[in-house]
């Protein structure tokens, strides 16, 4: 089925160790991007993308780093991975504006990576 | 900055009962407005959404108005189902703001038979 696909699901690191979420997406959407949600928190945004080569900063990005080489895969790689950084993270896609912005005709999340960092 | 305010829960409540939760904005532009559903275990899902001033969204009976007058965009359903039980976010886009997605802290409903 289209949509967006994240992987893992689940992922146990121990602090400092590095590694890379990874989602994909078949709806050839330009705008991609990438929140973790917390308890009383909602979602906040980490990095986004408005295209390939194309990334930027959003409300929460340090500890975290990402790249856009191809329309389809937006990854999220944790440096040091750190306790605070325990979290469940979404990706989400869009198609973007006339102005090249997201939210285009809504966005579509993935199921979510649950991380914990022990 | 935007932002969105949602109404805390757990909102605990009986099947076939009304309900509302509330939700309030800020924003310097003129966003577009949304509801998504997050069930157990699974990532959002948009529930409704309205672009302009008026416009009403709706969805599964779900149904919001986008009152710009008292910046609101609240949840309402006249009668709710077990299978409503679910957690709840209000958010905008503002297109003038690059697009991003923002959201409100969520309520948690639980709908008991």
């Known amino acids: 089925n289209a949509g967006v696909t994240q992987t893992p699901k689940f992922q146990v690191l121990k602090t400092g160790q590095s590694m890379t979420l990874q989602c994909a997406q078949d709806?050839?959407?330009?705008?991609m991007s990438w929140y973790r949600q917390d308890p009383g928190m909602g979602l906040r945004l980490i990095h986004y993308s408005v295209g390939a080569g194309i990334t930027d900063q959003g409300e929460v990005p340090n500890g975290y780093n990402v790249s856009r080489s191809t329309t389809e895969d937006f990854p999220l790689r944790l440096l040091s991975a750190a306790p605070s950084q325990t979290s469940v993270y979404f990706c989400a896609s869009s198609t973007t504006t006339v102005l090249g912005t997201g939210g285009g005709d809504g966005y579509t999340f993935g199921s979510g990576t649950r991380l914990t960092v022990v | 900055g935007d932002s969105v305010t949602q109404m805390e829960g757990p909102v605990t409540l009986s099947e076939e009962a009304f309900l509302t939760i509330n939700c309030t904005y800020t924003a310097t532009g003129y966003p577009s407005l949304f509801w998504y559903v997050q069930y157990p275990g699974e990532g959002l899902q948009l529930l409704l959404k309205?672009?302009?001033?008026?416009d009403k969204g709706s969805n599964k009976g779900f149904e919001a108005t986008y009152r710009k007058e008292t910046t609101s965009f609240h949840l309402e359903k006249g009668s709710v189902q077990v299978s409503d039980s679910a957690v709840y976010f209000c958010a905008l886009t503002d297109y003038n703001q690059g697009g991003k997605l923002i959201f409100g802290q969520g309520t948690e409903l639980s709908v008991k038979p």
């Open positions: 709806m050839n959407h330009e705008y």
């Open positions: 309205a672009t302009k001033a008026d």
